[in-house]
């Protein structure tokens, strides 16, 4: 335990706009890749009216994973929930990681990999990937073959976080031939245009991928997340879960999210095109290099001056951003795509700083 880095706690966002002196709607909010636009009108009508908050939730969350079979097209069976993706990352390393145990993991990536292997005793092996955050499949093989013991789960991020870039087909197809569970995390699957995976899961034996309703749906605040697992494993998680993981209103929400598509629809619309547009603008702001991305944020490298600084200087103006000083991602910030006019406000800033 003495080993583990504490935990930063993230300030709660009314906390954070009284320290900055402002409303918290006078800050715009690109530090966490959250959607702007909230969820749909329905989403928040279904979670008004729902008449059963005195009752638990259903263990099994059969009406959920029903509408999630349809909504993925894939059997209901291969489906499990939970309170955030997070807690399924948790889960899945709970039932897989002893004391010891690898898994690999391919930095600059998300952190609760790391963070839940910490946390079982286990070890990570990081396979750090390139400049331009791609990662050499062929190369990453031949070093997981000879790792002894083998690595008991693999966690690979598709589209990355923070760079957006996606795991091509072929390198997926090469890890499922090792003898180790792949979990791919497409958190922002729906942003990229790219075919999800997950309807590669019923067909393999090795092959998690997880989702979440945090992005796309508007709903990070309310934690929900599913994937799709082959059955061995899925007899596992069911043993070792909470039996009330995840809470009633997560659960009308998704629903009601799944059934909306219009709305979402339009509002992944409006973001794609936000991002492409936000991309081209940092391209012509001198200090920033952008870095293309198929999720809801983008990723910027710092050229001659401080991000920190940088990412001080917004927060004074109320626009939070994220930023990075570590291994592979060097003076950098990560911006998540807004709406419109928060977009315009972070350029306008930035390129007065010109
Ligand atoms: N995976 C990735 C790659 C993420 O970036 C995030 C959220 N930042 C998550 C999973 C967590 O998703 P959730 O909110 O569903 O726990």
Request: with cysteine.
């Amino acid at each position: 335990m003495e080993a583990l880095e504490p935990y930063k706690p993230i300030l709660p966002f009314e906390v954070l706009a009284e320290n900055l002196g402002r409303r918290p709607e006078d800050i715009v909010k690109l530090d966490a890749n959250e959607n702007p636009y909230g969820p749909s009108p329905r989403v928040l009508e279904a979670v008004a009216s729902y008449p059963y908050y005195h009752i638990y939730p259903d263990p099994q969350q059969e009406k959920l994973r029903k509408a999630l079979s349809r909504h993925v097209n894939i059997p209901m069976e291969n489906l499990f929930v939970g309170s955030g993706a997070d807690e399924l990352i948790d889960l899945l390393v709970r039932l897989f990681i002893e004391p010891g145990d690898y898994i690999v993991n391919f930095p600059p990536t998300f952190g609760m990999y790391e963070f839940d292997a910490a946390i079982a005793g286990g070890r990570v092996y990081d396979i750090r990937r390139g400049k331009d955050f791609s990662i050499d499949a062929e190369t990453a093989i031949e070093r997981m073959k000879s790792l002894s013991p083998m690595p008991k789960i693999l966690f690979v991020t598709s589209p990355n976080n923070p760079d957006g870039g996606l795991l091509p087909p072929s390198a997926l197809e090469a890890f499922l031939d090792l003898p180790l569970l792949v979990v791919v995390d497409e958190a922002y699957n729906e942003f990229s245009g790219a075919d999800s995976f997950i309807s590669w899961v019923p067909e393999r034996e090795n092959l998690v991928v997880l989702r979440t309703f945090s992005k796309w749906a508007g709903i990070a605040g309310l934690r929900l997340g599913y994937g799709a697992f082959p059955l061995p494993v899925l007899d596992g998680l069911w043993k070792i879960k909470q039996p009330y993981n995840v809470n009633v209103a997560a659960t009308a929400a998704g629903i009601a999210a799944i059934e909306d598509r219009e709305y979402y629809e339009r509002t992944i619309r409006a973001i794609v095109s936000e991002r492409e547009r936000l991309y081209r603008e940092l391209q012509g702001i001198p200090y920033l290099s952008p870095f293309p991305s198929k999720a809801n944020f983008v990723l910027c490298d710092v050229i001659g001056r401080d991000a920190r600084e940088l990412k001080e200087t917004l927060e004074e103006g109320g626009i939070m951003v994220r930023y990075y000083d570590k291994p592979g991602l060097e003076n950098m910030i990560r911006i998540s795509v807004g709406k419109p006019e928060e977009n315009d406000l972070v350029l306008e800033k930035l390129r007065k700083m010109a």
